[in-house]
């Protein structure tokens, strides 16, 4: 069923960005800038694997000249639990007080380093600031630090966003954290930084990339919410012209360049183009906001049985979240078409310029990305991670758990309807 505008619809969207840095050897320049905020002492926070690249070594000691005495954390979980969070933030707080953070690496380090900074500056426990229904969804109290998000993934958005994801493990959930607050205060893109990601990380973050643009070029336009009062708005506004704009550039650099970056990762164009189709991604879903496939992802990758993804970490099981997201992304378009099919044929034309349109229009989406998931190598559908038919009543009650990205679908998305788009995606092709 599709959304009807309410009788007193909203007039206003809103946007938020964080402070951009971008180019070649842009990381050098972190100590200056965080002096400029008189930051004396930072905690660098990364993962044992982008840690071994010595980049965050890098940043760190370049810091010095500019009179900072910075710290490397090297314990971030990739893909961070609710009991590697607390790690984080139990390690700041016993070495702290830290004037400022920089995260460097995927989207795991950077959501880290959000829940670090909020819980070294705010009272009470994580389970307080987690969504709602799993956590309390309680908004913090006090400023936090300034944050620098210094990604060497292309993908995941984090440096942009409001949002940290993360796994409740004894729920066997996936959820997150969502406040104006958690925002970068500088987003530093240094591609340079991503030579060093493997092709099985490139393809699956490149899928982040792909769903965010997407999900938010088609999410509930802004104008078919009910008018609020400033202190309800929310990051997630709905579909808008900027983020529209933003999503429309990233679907461009993604189909010139999205297959040569996984095929050649040294390929020194590719790469910006990667880095600059996540950032354009991330600031178009980072105020439009995502649905289904995010929704569904959440369940997908936290209740991961035993998939190992070439290119992850081998000593455990994981289903990257951008591969998450992409495994029932075909079916949840075919969905929601009959709600924008004008946006979804134009999405097509931009992620597929070369493709002839099917004789059914509401194929053309779809088979776009599932020709894109074959060429770089992703699984074929939910199955090809493990999952059969008897997991997907536990699947679909994990996405719809996911009510602030559900609410965000063009269409009212019911639990039959997650039940359908699930068991359809078990084998995509």
Same mark, same amino acid.
């Given at each position: 069923?599709?959304?009807?505008?309410?009788?007193?619809?909203?007039?206003?969207?809103?946007?938020?960005?964080?402070?951009?840095?971008?180019?070649?050897?842009?990381?050098?320049?972190?100590?200056?800038?965080?002096?400029?905020?008189?930051?004396?002492?930072?905690?660098?926070?990364?993962?044992?694997?982008?840690?071994?690249?010595?980049?965050?070594?890098?940043?760190?000691?370049?810091?010095?000249?500019?009179?900072?005495?910075?710290?490397?954390?090297?314990?971030?979980?990739?893909?961070?639990?609710?009991?590697?969070?607390?790690?984080?933030?139990?390690?700041?707080?016993?070495?702290?007080?830290?004037?400022?953070?920089?995260?460097?690496?995927?989207?795991?380090?950077?959501?880290?380093?959000?829940?670090?900074?909020?819980?070294?500056?705010?009272?009470?426990?994580?389970?307080?600031?987690?969504?709602?229904?799993?956590?309390?969804?309680?908004?913090?109290?006090?400023?936090?630090?300034?944050?620098?998000?210094?990604?060497?993934?292309?993908?995941?958005?984090?440096?942009?966003?409001?949002?940290?994801?993360?796994?409740?493990?004894?729920?066997?959930?996936?959820?997150?954290?969502?406040?104006?607050?958690?925002?970068?205060?500088?987003?530093?893109?240094?591609?340079?930084?991503?030579?060093?990601?493997?092709?099985?990380?490139?393809?699956?973050?490149?899928?982040?990339?792909?769903?965010?643009?997407?999900?938010?070029?088609?999410?509930?336009?802004?104008?078919?919410?009910?008018?609020?009062?400033?202190?309800?708005?929310?990051?997630?506004?709905?579909?808008?012209?900027?983020?529209?704009?933003?999503?429309?550039?990233?679907?461009?650099?993604?189909?010139?360049?999205?297959?040569?970056?996984?095929?050649?990762?040294?390929?020194?164009?590719?790469?910006?183009?990667?880095?600059?189709?996540?950032?354009?991604?991330?600031?178009?879903?980072?105020?439009?906001?995502?649905?289904?496939?995010?929704?569904?992802?959440?369940?997908?990758?936290?209740?991961?049985?035993?998939?190992?993804?070439?290119?992850?970490?081998?000593?455990?099981?994981?289903?990257? @979240?951008?591969? %998450?997201?992409? =495994?029932? $992304? !075909?079916?949840?378009? /075919?969905?929601?078409?009959? &709600?924008?099919?004008?946006? @979804?044929?134009? %999405?097509?034309? =931009?992620? $597929? !310029?070369?493709?002839? /349109?099917?004789?059914?229009? &509401?194929?053309?989406?779809?088979?776009?990305?599932?020709?894109?998931?074959?060429?770089?190598?992703?699984?074929?559908?939910?199955?090809?991670?493990?999952?059969?038919?008897?997991?997907?009543?536990?699947?679909?009650?994990?996405?719809?758990?996911?009510?602030?990205?559900?609410?965000?679908?063009?269409?009212?998305?019911?639990?039959?309807?997650?039940?359908?788009?699930?068991?359809?995606?078990?084998?995509?092709?």
């Amino acid at each position: 069923m599709s959304i009807t505008a309410p009788a007193g619809p909203e007039s206003v969207f809103t946007y938020g960005a964080p402070a951009l840095k971008f180019g070649p050897g842009a990381s050098d320049e972190i100590g200056y800038d965080l002096a400029q905020h008189g930051a004396h002492r930072v905690l660098v926070i990364t993962d044992a694997g982008v840690a071994a690249t010595g980049a965050p070594h890098r940043i760190a000691e370049r810091m010095t000249a500019f009179g900072i005495e910075a710290h490397v954390f090297d314990g971030v979980h990739v893909e961070p639990t609710d009991v590697s969070l607390r790690q984080a933030a139990d390690h700041a707080l016993a070495s702290g007080p830290w004037d400022a953070f920089v995260a460097v690496g995927g989207g795991s380090s950077i959501d880290t380093a959000k829940a670090v900074n909020l819980l070294s500056t705010n009272p009470g426990e994580l389970m307080d600031y987690i969504n709602a229904p799993v956590g309390r969804a309680l908004a913090p109290v006090n400023p936090l630090r300034p944050l620098v998000a210094v990604p060497t993934t292309t993908g995941t958005g984090a440096e942009s966003t409001t949002i940290c994801v993360l796994d409740v493990l004894e729920l066997k959930v996936k959820t997150g954290i969502s406040h104006p607050r958690l925002r970068p205060t500088f987003a530093v893109i240094d591609p340079d930084l991503t030579f060093t990601q493997p092709a099985g990380v490139t393809a699956a973050s490149g899928m982040d990339i792909l769903c965010h643009a997407l999900e938010s070029y088609t999410a509930r336009p802004y104008d078919t919410y009910p008018h609020k009062r400033p202190e309800e708005r929310v990051p997630y506004c709905g579909a808008n012209p900027i983020s529209d704009a933003w999503s429309e550039r990233a679907l461009r650099l993604l189909a010139q360049s999205f297959r040569t970056a996984v095929r050649d990762g040294d390929n020194p164009r590719t790469r910006s183009d990667m880095a600059l189709a996540a950032t354009f991604a991330g600031l178009g879903f980072g105020n439009a906001g995502v649905h289904i496939p995010h929704a569904n992802a959440y369940p997908i990758a936290g209740r991961v049985k035993d998939f190992h993804p070439a290119g992850y970490p081998a000593h455990e099981p994981m289903v990257p @979240h951008g591969m %998450a997201v992409s =495994l029932t $992304a !075909p079916e949840a378009f /075919r969905f929601t078409f009959a &709600a924008q099919p004008e946006r @979804h044929l134009r %999405a097509a034309e =931009l992620l $597929a !310029p070369g493709m002839e /349109r099917p004789a059914d229009p &509401a194929e053309y989406l779809p088979t776009a990305i599932e020709r894109l998931m074959r060429d770089i190598g992703m699984p074929n559908g939910i199955g090809g991670v493990g999952y059969d038919e008897g997991d997907i009543p536990a699947l679909v009650e994990g996405a719809m758990k996911q009510q602030r990205l559900l609410s965000t679908a063009p269409r009212t998305v019911t639990e039959d309807d997650v039940a359908g788009i699930l068991g359809r995606s078990l084998t995509l092709w």
